[in-house]
């Protein structure tokens, strides 16, 4: 008989593993062939598809929720939690076979099988703040690629314009019909290219908000949440209630389709509610609450934040860019790192703003601020080998490009292994890089590259000065700090070294 | 890395323990002396709170406290010998042999695997025996490093 089996515990350093050895071998044992697929802390290889096709039935030895249960669906399994598995391993086995025998396959559940849908951030255990936080963040992980899409393209758009055109081109691009594009295009003219990424990009662009909610509707109620959360985002753009309205309708469809597919219906209905019921009535509520009761009090609010930004000026500013530089810098990659992230992205839905709105120097001074850390983990490991173990050292190569990439979970080993001194070093660089960017007003309409999309952020040697002035300081300040500390690793590591060139020099 | 998962140092032949609490203790106090644990208190906590959530005994007289944490700088292994035994919560009685298991919070898959292979060894019974049979530190130190290598 061939089983496959998924064995998981709390800590995936354990259980997990002895689970697996141990049903391998009592299968061998009574002659049935076992592949185990270990969700552990040590990352878990799924198992080959063609071998789950092939099983005949699933044992789940797993304290955690499986990962991709759906693989499975209509298998006969036994679900025994992990100690068991570890404690009586042979008893498992035969519990297993004993359900394949009786060939009761598991009733497969009621959407039709669909392969792989999009992956959700959300942890069904957790905690309600993290689960809406792990909410936010599909709707935020979903947005990005379409804003990254429409800001470089948006941004190319005007690049080719001033060059085709000059600064005049800078506006005529925005005023070229689309029907020009679709009659008139002209492979020679620069004002059509750039008219052509222009219009893409808005379009783009204009997923902004509705893939934020209707993701956000999606990690909530799995796939009836998308099309509210979609359509109210939609709804949202159209009442003028921007990002804000977005989240609000993101958790209104959400927890609105959810609410409905639990509902108990006749036999008769259960079909068509998936694909007919709960997309109508949850649409129509959300857009009834939008237009009807709090969209005109969320577009206000978006109103004032706008006017509030754009009335921000000189020293404000200045000090607004060293916060999100201090936030980028703390967790780099954490829940505060994405609140400054999120809120200079979202600044960027902002429609009709000038080229160097206030939202667009947000978004470069948050970039730049993002680039710090890594690229100064990278100089520090450079010019002061011997405060860093091998491990970091190597880090420490990879780090100059994911900085330069803003990619600022880059610093992490390094903040992993030594959280304080680093953190503190951190916010040090990028708040002050966060403050320069803001003073020498650059900005920037990409969400995302850091220096491959220098060439749409303007001011770019201003930019390119403030990141690398940040990275001396938290070089510097990381140092200083890591010279004061004794670090047993570090110098069990120092003696191997000695040892090692006095061997060398010696043979 | 290249920091073995055990040394004689981190051996202790003869524990006396009154409860599982106290013999882990021990261990993490050869660790900390190793200097792979940076705060043994601490350590201590995460242990308490994984073996709070389900005993770590396991048939044939192991105990096999273990965690994750913050407070670890390499995959460590810790091995009590408890002659008079120890009670770790198993069906069949008290733990003669402790394996504390360290892991780093922030440890990468690769950085793991040594520890999966480790907890895969500790399924066979042949394995336990010979760790059961042997006197000294050091001979309990080569069995797990010859026989524990990452598949």
Redesign the interface.
């Known amino acids: 008989m061939k089983l496959v089996a998924v064995t998981s515990c ?9 689970a ?3 049903l391998e ?1 009592a299968g061998k044992a009574a002659g049935h062939e076992v592949h185990v697929e ?1 969700q ?4 878990s290889t799924p198992l080959d598809p063609a071998i789950i096709a092939a099983a005949d039935g699933v044992i789940y030895a797993a ?1 955690l929720e499986v990962k991709d249960k759906e693989r499975f669906a209509g298998k006969p399994f036994v679900d025994v939690g992990v ?1 068991k598995a ?2 009586d391993a042979p008893g498992v086995i035969a519990a297993a076979t004993a359900a394949v025998e009786a060939g009761v396959p598991a009733p497969v559940a009621g959407a039709p099988a669909a392969p792989a849908a999009p992956a959700t951030k959300v942890d069904a255990n957790a905690g309600v703040g993290t689960r809406v936080r792990q909410w936010l963040m599909t709707g935020v992980s979903y947005m990005i690629p379409f804003v990254a899409a429409g800001g470089i393209l948006i941004a190319l758009g005007f690049m080719v314009a001033q060059f085709a055109d000059g600064s005049q081109g800078v506006i005529d691009v925005t005023q070229v019909p689309i029907s020009h594009l679709l009659n008139d295009f002209s492979v020679l003219s620069g004002m059509d290219w750039a008219a052509l990424l222009f219009h893409t990009g808005a379009l783009a662009f204009g997923f902004l908000v509705p893939a934020l909610s209707g993701f956000i509707a999606y990690a909530i109620a799995d796939r009836p949440g998308i099309v509210p959360g979609f359509v109210g985002g939609a709804v949202s753009v159209a009442v003028g209630a921007g990002f804000l309205g977005g989240l609000v309708t993101g958790f209104m469809g959400g927890f609105l389709a959810l609410w409905i597919s639990r509902w108990k219906v006749p036999k008769g209905v259960r079909g068509i509610m998936p694909v007919v019921v709960i997309p109508l009535l949850s649409s129509f509520v959300v857009g009834l609450v939008m237009f009807v009761i709090i969209g005109q009090p969320i577009a206000s609010l978006m109103e004032g934040l706008s006017s509030w930004l754009n009335g921000l000026s000189g020293s404000n500013l200045v000090i607004l860019g060293a916060l999100l530089g201090a936030m980028m810098g703390f967790d780099l990659g954490g829940p505060i790192n994405k609140v400054a992230y999120t809120f200079a992205v979202t600044g960027l839905a902002t429609e009709g703003l000038a080229a160097d709105a206030v939202q667009y120097r947000i978004m470069a001074a948050v970039m730049a601020a993002g680039m710090v850390t890594p690229l100064a983990m990278a100089l520090a490991t450079t010019v002061r080998k011997s405060l860093f173990t ?2 970091e050292r190597e880090n420490g190569k990879a780090a100059w490009l994911l900085g330069a990439s803003f990619i600022s979970e880059g610093a ?2 390094f903040a ?2 030594d ?1 304080w001194r680093v953190i503190v070093s951190s916010v040090a660089g990028s708040a002050l890089t966060g403050a320069l960017v803001m003073a020498g007003g650059s900005a920037q309409r990409a969400p995302h590259g850091g220096i491959w999309v220098l060439p749409l952020i303007s001011h770019p040697w201003w930019f390119v000065l403030a990141v690398a002035a940040g990275m001396v300081v938290t070089a510097l300040v990381v140092i200083a700090l890591k010279t004061t500390r004794r670090d ?2 570090l110098q ?1 590591e120092h003696v ?1 070294d000695e040892q090692a060139e006095l061997v060398a020099q010696t043979a | 890395m290249s920091t073995p998962l055990i040394t004689p140092d981190l051996v202790a032949v003869d524990v006396v323990a009154a409860d599982r609490d106290a013999a882990t203790r021990q261990l993490i106090d050869l660790l900390a002396a190793a200097g792979r644990v940076t705060d043994a208190d601490g350590f201590h906590a995460d242990v308490r709170a994984r073996e709070a959530q389900m005993a770590t005994g396991m048939p044939g007289g192991i105990g096999l406290p273990h965690a994750r944490s913050a407070h670890v700088t390499a995959p460590s292994l810790a091995v009590g010998k408890v002659p008079a035994g120890v009670d770790f919560g198993a069906p069949d009685g008290p733990a003669t042999l402790v394996f504390l298991i360290a892991a780093p919070d922030s440890g990468d898959a690769a950085h793991l695997q040594i520890l999966a292979a480790l907890a895969r060894r500790l399924v066979h019974e042949s394995f336990r025996q010979s760790l059961k049979d042997a006197t000294d530190p050091a001979t309990v130190a080569e069995i797990i490093t010859r026989e524990v290598v990452p598949s």
């Open positions: 709390p800590t995936g350093i354990a259980h997990t593993y002895m697996a050895e141990a071998q270990t552990g802390a040590a990352g304290d100690k570890v404690h091998h491990a992490i080993p992993a292994a959280l047993p690793v069990a191997a």
